[in-house]
C-alpha cells in the first residue's frame, strides 16, 4: 500500500466514522425513522471502510478495494449526506 493509498483509505474510514456520529446523534435528539436508516447506511459503510483499509494493510487481496473504488465510496457518503441537510 502506497503512502497515498493509506491517506484515502484512512480519509474514508474518518468520514464514515465522522458521519455516522452525527446521524447517530440526530437519530438520538429527532427519533425519525428515515434518520435510523441514515444511521444504519453510515454504519455499514464505516464496516466497509475499515475492512478495505485493514486489507490494504495486511494485503488480504480477497477483501481489497482500489482507490478509485473508496473515492467512489467517498462521493456515494458525501451525496447521501447533502441529501440529508438539503429540506
Not at 38 to 58: D, E, H, N
Amino acid at each position: 500500500m502506497t503512502p497515498w493509498d493509506l491517506f484515502i483509505h484512512l480519509l474514508f474510514v474518518g468520514l464514515c466514522l465522522i458521519l455516522l456520529a452525527v446521524s447517530a446523534v440526530s437519530y438520538r435528539r429527532f427519533r425519525e425513522a428515515r434518520l435510523a436508516f441514515v444511521t444504519g447506511a453510515f454504519l455499514l459503510y464505516s464496516v466497509v471502510a475499515v475492512v478495505a483499509l485493514l486489507s490494504g494493510i495486511f494485503e488480504w487481496e480477497g477483501l481489497s478495494m482500489g482507490p478509485a473504488m473508496v473515492l467512489l465510496n467517498v462521493g456515494v457518503l458525501l451525496c447521501l449526506y447533502a441529501s440529508l441537510i438539503r429540506r
